[in-house]
C-alpha cells in the first residue's frame, strides 16, 4: 500500500514492534505464519527506528548471501530513498563513505546484512541488534564455525542492552530453531473479542466453517456464545485485540500468529490452499500440507511415517486371483546380499504408485560359487502371470552393493546392465536424495547409483500408511508360499524415526525398534522402489502422453542443426 506507515491496517503488529523497541526487553521470538508483514513490521521498521531514534551497530541475517543482497537491493534500500526522515542518513554516493549492499554507515552506527551460511561474516563485529529472519532456514553450521545464531549472539556481549529479535515461520517439530525459542518465551497469541458477544480469543483453525451452506461461504464460530459470523466482523474486531501470554513470566517475549488473523490475506485463500494440500494428503502425498501447516498456520509439522507396526499390514494380507493381480502395470525387484544367501523381493505398481508385493524368495548358496549366481540370473529372467496369461518380466531390479561381496555384485551388475539390473549403494542422511546419477567411482569401474536410504524410507513409511486402496497403497498377498508372513512384515516395519542431537542441531534418524535384529525386507523393498523411479515408466496413459510429448520435441542445439 503506498503512502504512510498505518499499523491499524495490520493492529497485531503494534505489540510487537513496541516489545522490539522496549529497553527492558532483551528477546523478542515471532513464530508466525508467512502473510503477516513480517519483513515490513519486524525488520525494516526496526532497523528504521534504531537508525533515526537510537543509533548503533545492527546486524540483519539472512539464511544465505544471495537473500541478504535482495533484502538490502529490494526492501532497504528503496525504504531509505522513500522516508523522509530517513533520506540522507546514508551516503551511498561518495566513493569514500565505505557503504556497500551489505554495508550501510549512518551517523551513529552501521547495519551489516550477512548470510547464516557466511562464517566470514559473523565473526569479529561487535552488534548491538541482531535481527534474525527466517531462522528456520539457516544451515547447522556457518561453515565449520558452528551454529550461526550463537556466533552472531557472542558479538552481542559488550552491549548491556542489546537487542535479539528472531523471526521465522515453523518447519518441522523437533528441528525447528524458533520452535526452540518460542517454548522458552513468553507464548502470547493474539486474542480478538467476537462481534456479537465481546468474549475474547484467538482465531483458531478448527473453528472456521466453510462450504456451508454454499461453496465459498466461511464464517468463524465464536467459543463462548456459538455464533457464526464473516470475515470481515471478525477482523474490524482486530483494533481491539490484544496479546495473551501463557508463560508471563518467561524474559524473553513470545509472539504467535496465524494466517486466519492476518489482514493481508483472506480467509478464502486459506481455505483453498488448505482444500488442494487435503487432495495431496489423500492419496499419501503430504508435502503440500506440510507448507500449509508452517505458512498458514505458522506451526511445526510433525513428520508421518516416524514408525509403522507390522501387526496392521499382517492383518489387512488379501487373496490374489493370480500370480499379478490386475492393477500392476510393471514389476521391479530390489535384492540383498548376504554372507550364504540372496534376499530378493518383487513388487509390482500400478497407477499412482499403488504397489503390489509379488514374491519375497530367500536363494541360499555359497557365494564364492557361481552355482547360487546363477540361480538369481534364472530367478531375474523368469516371467509372471496375470490371470488372462499375460507374462511379465522384470522392468528394472536394484541390487545392493554396499555390503557382503561388494566387487561380484558390481560385475554382476554390469554386465546386465541392458536389463536394466542396477548395482545400488546405500547412502544415509536426511538431505540426500532417494537417486543419485551413476558413477564409475569403485574399485570395478562400473556403473552405480547412489541411493538416498533416509529419503526412501520416509517415502515407503508415507506408503505403509495409507489406509485406503489406491495411490500409493501396499497390497500384500495372504497366499502362502509367497514369503510375506509374519517375520516378514516385522522386517518390513523394523525401523523407527528417532529424533537425536548432534552438535546441538536435532535431526532425525533410522534405528531398529527393540527386541528387531533384522531389517532385510525394509531395504529390500526401499531397493524396489529405486528401481522404480530409475526407470520411470508412465503409469498412466496421461503420463504416458506426457513421456510421448516430451521425447519428441528436439532436444538442444545438436538436435535442431541435424545431430543425434
Not at 530517513?86 to 551516503?91: N, P
Not at 471478525?234 to 501463557?246: L, M
Not at 494466517?259 to 502425498?285: H, N, R, Y
Amino acid at each position: 500500500m503506498p503512502g504512510r506507515w498505518k499499523t491499524d491496517r495490520a493492529p497485531y503488529q503494534r505489540e510487537i514492534m513496541d516489545a522490539i523497541s522496549d529497553n527492558h526487553v532483551r528477546k523478542v521470538v515471532v513464530m508466525s505464519a508467512a502473510q503477516i508483514g513480517k519483513t515490513d513490521a519486524l525488520v525494516l521498521n526496526p532497523l528504521a527506528y534504531y537508525m533515526k531514534y537510537a543509533p548503533a551497530p545492527i546486524m540483519v541475517m539472512e539464511p544465505s548471501i544471495d537473500m541478504g543482497q535482495g533484502f538490502s537491493k529490494e526492501r532497504l534500500t528503496p525504504m531509505l530513498h522513500d522516508t523522509p526522515c530517513l533520506r540522507g542518513l546514508v551516503d551511498d554516493k561518495s566513493r569514500m563513505s565505505g557503504n556497500t549492499i551489505l554495508q550501510k554507515k549512518f551517523p551513529g552506527g552501521l547495519v551489516v546484512i550477512v548470510g547464516a551460511n557466511s562464517p566470514a561474516g559473523l565473526a569479529s563485529r561487535p552488534i548491538k541488534v541482531l535481527l534474525a529472519d527466517e531462522i528456520d532456514r539457516y544451515p547447522p553450521s556457518a561453515g565449520k564455525e558452528g551454529d550461526p545464531l550463537s556466533l552472531a549472539a557472542k558479538r552481542q556481549t559488550t552491549y548491556w542492552d542489546r537487542k535479539e529479535v528472531y523471526i521465522s515461520t515453523p518447519t518441522i517439530r523437533g528441528q525447528s530453531r524458533i520452535e526452540v525459542e518460542f517454548e522458552h518465551s513468553t507464548q502470547e497469541e493474539f486474542y480478538v473479542p467476537c462481534p456479537n458477544c465481546g468474549h475474547y480469543q484467538p482465531l483458531v483453525w478448527a473453528n472456521l466453517v466453510y462450504d456451508k451452506p454454499k461453496p465459498g461461504d466461511i464464517h468463524y464460530v465464536c467459543e463462548k456464545c456459538g455464533t457464526a459470523d464473516v470475515e470481515y466482523r471478525w477482523k474490524a474486531q482486530e483494533i481491539k485485540g490484544k496479546w495473551v501470554a501463557k508463560k508471563p513470566e518467561e524474559k524473553a517475549r513470545g509472539f504467535h500468529l496465524n494466517t486466519l488473523a492476518s489482514t493481508l490475506c483472506s480467509w478464502e485463500q486459506v481455505v483453498e490452499k488448505f482444500k488442494k494440500a487435503k487432495q495431496q494428503l489423500d492419496i499419501g502425498d503430504p508435502e503440500l500440507m506440510k507448507t500449509w501447516v508452517n505458512t498458514e498456520m505458522g506451526e511445526t509439522w510433525e513428520e508421518r511415517g516416524k514408525t509403522v507396526e507390522s501387526d496392521s499390514l499382517l492383518a489387512r494380507r488379501e487373496l490374489y486371483e493370480a500370480e499379478v493381480p490386475d492393477g500392476v502395470q510393471v514389476l521391479t525387484a530390489g535384492i540383498d546380499t548376504q554372507d550364504d544367501r540372496f534376499e530378493i523381493e518383487v513388487v509390482g505398481w500400478g497407477a499412482g504408485k499403488e504397489s503390489w508385493g509379488i514374491r519375497y524368495q530367500k536363494i541360499y548358496g555359497n557365494l564364492q560359487e557361481e552355482t547360487i549366481w546363477n540361480d538369481l540370473d534364472e530367478f531375474l529372467k523368469r516371467t509372471w502371470k496375470k490371470k488372462d496369461g499375460t507374462a511379465m518380466h522384470l522392468l528394472a531390479t536394484c541390487m545392493d552393493s554396499g555390503g557382503h561381496y561388494p566387487d561380484q555384485v558390481l560385475r554382476f551388475c554390469a554386465a546386465r546392465w541392458a536389463r536394466r539390473i542396477f548395482a545400488i549403494k546405500g547412502r544415509g542422511g536426511a538431505a540426500v536424495p532417494f537417486i543419485s546419477n551413476p558413477t564409475k567411482n569403485n574399485r570395478v569401474k562400473a556403473p552405480q547409483f547412489t541411493l538416498g536410504v533416509d529419503t526412501g524410507k520416509v517415502l515407503l513409511y508415507e506408503r505403509l500408511n495409507v489406509k485406503e486402496q489406491g495411490p500409493n497403497y501396499c497390497h500384500f498377498p495372504i497366499n502362502e508360499d509367497r514369503g510375506y508372513d509374519e517375520k516378514y512384515f516385522q522386517g518390513l516395519t523394523a525401523e523407527k524415526m528417532v529424533l537425536r542431537y548432534k552438535k546441538g542441531r536435532a535431526t532425525f534418524s533410522w534405528e531398529l525398534k527393540e527386541g528387531i535384529k533384522r531389517n532385510e525386507p525394509l531395504d529390500i523393498r526401499n531397493y524396489a522402489g529405486a528401481a522404480l523411479e530409475i526407470a520411470n515408466p508412465p503409469l498412466t496413459p496421461e503420463e504416458a502422453e506426457q513421456k510421448s510429448v516430451a521425447q519428441a520435441k528436439p532436444r538442444g542445439r545438436r538436435q535442431l542443426s541435424g545431430g543425434i
